[in-house]
């Protein structure tokens, strides 16, 4: 099996930075894709940043310009380096990651357990 952990979640003022990470382990033959996702309480769940098999990236509309997304391969682990924070960007933030074992040729969908990101003065 394959498990995601996020850290770096907090509390922060409007304007600052904050950069989460989550670690993919296991046994693993490769991870072919890892996104952000947030909820915020009564909202759906959407996607905020993704690196996609092909190496593309894509980003939500309201963090273009302030949010990155970044891996490190050899360390299985998805980054994502928030600036520019504001209010609005409070939630639980959930790693995301389509991941194949070792010894599989199916891949399969991971999701991590979330970290709190509050933005407040």
């Known amino acids: 099996q394959v498990q995601l952990a996020e850290s770096g979640g907090g509390l922060v003022q409007p304007g600052g930075s904050l950069r989460l990470s989550c670690e993919a382990s296991g046994s693993i033959r490769s991870v072919n894709a890892m996104a952000w996702f947030r909820q915020a309480p009564g909202k759906q769940r959407e996607l905020v940043a993704g690196h996609t098999v092909g190496g593309e990236t894509q980003y939500a509309d309201s963090v273009k310009g302030r949010f990155t997304i970044s891996r490190d391969t050899v360390r299985n682990t998805a980054y994502l380096q928030m600036n520019s924070l504001k209010p609005e960007d409070t939630a639980v933030y959930y790693c995301?990651?389509?991941?194949?074992?070792?010894?599989?040729?199916?891949?399969?969908?991971?999701w991590g357990r979330g970290t709190q990101v509050t933005v407040s003065s």
């Open positions: 995301n990651a389509w991941a194949i074992m070792v010894g599989s040729i199916y891949e399969n969908e991971y």
